[in-house]
């Protein structure tokens, strides 16, 4: 397990030293400082009176403090899920094939590191990334919000973990494709497609309903049952970030799918692994 | 190693691959379809809807009456008031008008709770008034307050009004209406009533009071002065206008600077209820000074939030709950008027009904017990 932790490290180190995921940082901070300078919220006695950014009216409702943020949070939410995930899929497209790049993977096979661990560890490594990525977000809007406002919560920290569960599945199939197409942007559409994927079999019944039944149907039903529910956990995430109408059975379930087609993949991507010659 | 035992070492992986994509289709199957837990959402009476529209055009009963001609020129004069209702409004009030739709209350959908709530252990009340000609359930359209007058309409045709109201003095008054006056036991004069073409009951505390209202119905005085309510601002189940003075009065005591800033910043609060499944509230409140207002519309938004947090500290979820749902917003930039929304979900008052009659039922089995 020490070997595979020094392989997502590196990687780490290697993702930090790259424009794509400094960019991503910087925006992050970027937006955070816009927030933490320009958005003035008048706060009385747990309420909010108005709020404006750049000098100009947002919103001018008087609200309890809770009931304010909890849109907020939610907004700030779905961009993480769907924005920050699209963002991390292009930006972490070419690990896996630069890692499978001529050269470098004969020179990290002759090191004492089995396949496996260069696979798994390549894996966490870019899942901690979204996962730091996703939590410095998170925490920085939940710090900005909570000093201006006095309300503190931990619910946008929680549904952006959730964001975190849905990545690892796109993640898993970009690496997984990697093993046998070694491109960048082959990889992309893969996340891409798996997104796609996911959103349609969180709509599995309703589409079911408008097509013929029939062989096209049947092979509907099938076809998409092992993705994750990627538009469902998308909800789970939002409702949790606002504290509304939360399911924890329901994204238990949704999170643990997400992980087992996570490991399938992985179980592909080892497979093909193990096969090829370099 | 040979090639053979590598062949077998691999394997594996895609077996192991098939069971997780089965494992996971298993178990995120059917959590496309789950049902995520009903919102609770409050239906807020901003505006006048179709059905409310169509209910108001087939409430004009009252004849047209030929208006006297105006010199040449001169702007057309504002249509009659047709609705019996409306026209029984006065022009200004002291301490408010308010419409009550009690017949689609009475048929909301939590209407029969209501009626339960209201009714258990008053079935002797109920049967006197059947005995009389008056069933409150079925024959009532609309219950109206104005200051000392209280007015209600439907069907009163078969309505003994001397016994319903137990009254010993009757006379004709104008063309259309009737009155009754009960005498008290000490020679005083107790609730007087009048009834206007078998619609409308109209009760006051004097003689004077039914009157008035009488004679606006038959159209006397100017019938195109506008009314403390009109026709457009009869929409939701309850509609009506308050002036702050009983509201600050009210207040006074829990909070001091909030009902003296009501008084002051407020000249009037338009109210709307919505009660057709839930209850929701949009009262729009009225002022001249835009500065004043402002501080009020600050006042009641901290002071209904404050509520809500000593709601929350004490533990008291519910209370917590129906505040969450107030929000005081700006009307129109610049104006002095603001409006202040409210409402009761569905769940919460269902509740809080059927506890009603569970308790009334208990102390009526009591009762019995007692008696028995």
Redesign the interface.
């Known amino acids: 397990m020490r070997i595979t932790l020094h392989v997502a490290r590196d990687l780490l180190r290697e993702a930090l030293a790259r424009n794509w995921v400094l960019g991503l940082l910087v925006g992050i901070t970027l937006v955070l400082t816009v927030l933490g300078l320009f958005l003035r919220l008048d706060v ?4 909010i ?1 108005g709020s404006k950014l750049f000098g100009a009216m947002l919103f ?6 809770d ?1 304010a943020m909890r849109p907020v949070y939610m907004v700030a939410a779905g961009i993480g899920f769907f924005g920050g995930a699209m963002f991390l899929a292009v930006a972490c497209s070419d690990f896996a094939p630069s890692l499978l790049s001529p050269g470098r993977i004969e020179h990290l096979l002759s090191l004492p590191v089995s396949r496996w661990q260069l696979l798994l560890g390549t894996y966490l490594g870019v899942l901690a990334l979204s996962a730091l990525c996703t939590a410095y977000g998170a925490l920085g809007i939940t710090l900005v919000f909570g000093f201006k406002t006095g309300f503190w919560t931990t619910a946008l920290l929680g549904g952006s973990l959730l964001g975190v569960a849905g990545f690892c599945a796109l993640y898993a199939a970009m690496l997984t494709s990697a093993f046998f197409v070694r491109s960048a942007a082959a990889s992309s559409a893969v996340g891409l497609l798996v997104r796609v994927m996911g959103i349609l ?5 309703p589409i079911e309903e408008t097509l013929e039944p029939g062989l096209g149907r049947t092979l509907f039903h099938y076809g998409v ?2 993705f ?2 990627l538009w ?1 956990l998308a909800e789970q995430c939002i409702r949790l970030a606002g504290d ?2 939360f ?1 924890p059975g ?1 994204t238990a ?2 999170v ?2 997400s992980l ?2 996570s ?3 992985l ?2 991507a ?2 093909r692994f ?2 090829k010659d370099f | 190693m040979t090639a053979a035992s590598k062949r077998k070492l691999r394997w594996p992986w895609l077996v192991v691959a098939a069971l997780l994509f089965a494992a996971g289709a298993w178990l995120m199957s059917g959590s496309e379809t789950e049902k995520l837990k009903k919102e609770k959402k409050i239906t807020l009476p901003r505006f006048m809807t179709h059905d409310e529209r169509k209910r108001n055009t087939g409430r004009q009963t009252i004849p047209v009456l030929p208006l006297p001609a105006g010199p040449e020129g001169a702007p057309p004069p504002p249509a009659q008031i047709r609705d019996p209702v409306l026209a029984a409004m006065p022009t200004s009030v002291k301490s408010g008008a308010v419409v009550i739709e009690a017949n689609a209350i009475r048929n909301s959908d939590l209407g029969n709770l209501m009626i339960e709530c209201v009714f258990t252990g008053q079935a002797d009340t109920l049967e006197r008034m059947k005995d009389a000609g008056f069933d409150p359930l079925n024959s009532l359209d609309r219950v109206a307050v104005a200051d000392d007058a209280l007015m209600l309409t439907g069907d009163f045709s078969k309505t003994d009004f001397p016994t319903l109201m137990r009254a010993d003095h009757q006379r004709q008054f104008g063309q259309n209406s009737e009155l009754y006056a009960r005498r008290l036991r000490d020679g005083g004069t107790g609730q007087q009533m009048g009834v206007w073409k078998g619609q409308v009951l109209v009760l006051g505390d004097t003689e004077g009071d039914v009157t008035t209202v009488l004679d606006r119905l038959d159209g006397k005085g100017d019938q195109t002065s506008p009314r403390v309510l009109t026709q457009a601002d009869a929409y939701g189940e309850m509609y009506g206008v308050l002036k702050p003075g009983p509201l600050a009065a009210g207040l006074a005591e829990e909070n001091p600077a909030l009902a003296q800033l009501l008084e002051e910043a407020a000249s009037s609060i338009k109210l709307h209820a919505d009660v057709s499944h839930d209850v929701g509230v949009v009262a729009e409140i009225e002022g001249s000074d835009p500065a004043k207002t402002q501080d009020l519309r600050k006042a009641l938004g901290t002071a209904l939030t404050l509520a809500k947090l000593q709601a929350e500290a004490k533990g008291n979820k519910s209370a917590a709950e129906v505040l969450g749902f107030a929000r005081v917003a700006q009307a129109r930039p610049g104006s002095a008027n603001f409006h202040l929304e409210a409402g009761l979900p569905y769940e919460f008052l269902e509740l809080q009904l059927r506890k009603c009659v569970d308790e009334k039922k208990k102390r009526l089995a009591a009762k019995e017990s007692v008696a028995q």
């Open positions: 009385v006695d747990g309420a009176a001018d409702d008087i609200v309890s403090t009931k079999a969180s709509a599995r019944a049952q092992p994750p529910r469902k509304e109408n399911n329901l379930r949704l643990a799918g087992i087609f490991l399938g993949m179980a592909i080892a497979w193990e096969k």
